[in-house]
């Protein structure tokens, strides 16, 4: 991947925000704007990142693969992270993953056919007093996702109404 210059003055930005010592501390906002351009975070993406922030392209793969908001391979228009850790699994999160997979004909980590929904649990998203929890897109935040509301949310998002 080429960093063209819009996206060096983005990569700048978040490197300013550290001090001049420190611009690796700006791996996960360079890549979070890399995944906002491309939509995932490819090997070739990390490596130029890497070389912007003078670091090894090993230290990157280390982020981009220890957290999962950074996709490692292209996803749907929707990414449905459902949470399955031990609280939410007691409050039926694993149940909401089934259900989701269910619906939309696919296996979790895969993508449905038409390329709108990646369907993929999630550790912990600090919500387990409101599970079945899940985050779409890894912005929106979803509680007490239980199988009408998984139906209604896969039904607007379907109709392009959120």
């Known amino acids: 991947m080429t960093l063209n210059d819009s996206l060096k003055a983005r990569f700048a930005h978040e490197v300013a925000k550290y001090p001049a010592d420190q611009r690796q501390s700006a791996v996960m906002g360079c890549l979070?704007?890399?995944q906002h351009e491309q939509g995932w975070v490819s090997a070739e993406s990390e490596e130029?990142?890497?070389a912007y922030l003078g670091m090894a392209p090993?230290?990157?793969r280390e982020v981009t693969t220890f957290y999962n908001m950074y996709n490692q391979q292209p996803v749907?228009?929707?990414?449905l992270n459902v949470c399955t850790n031990l609280p939410c699994q007691l409050r039926d999160g694993k149940n909401a993953l089934d259900h989701v997979c269910r619906r939309l004909g696919v296996g979790e980590?895969?993508?449905?056919?038409?390329?709108?929904?990646?369907?993929q649990k999630s550790e912990c998203l600090?919500?387990?007093?409101?599970?079945?929890?899940?985050?779409v897109n890894d912005r929106q935040m979803l509680s007490f996702m239980?199988?009408?509301r998984l139906d209604d949310l896969i039904d607007t998002l379907r109709k392009g109404q959120a």
């Open 48 to 50: 130029a990142v890497a």
């Open 58 to 60: 090993i230290a990157v």
């Open 109 to 119: 980590g895969e993508t449905t056919a038409d390329g709108m929904f990646t369907v």
């Open 32 to 34: 979070a704007i890399v």
């Open 126 to 135: 600090g919500a387990c007093a409101d599970a079945p929890v899940m985050l």
């Open 76 to 79: 749907g228009r929707y990414k």
């Open 146 to 148: 239980g199988p009408e």
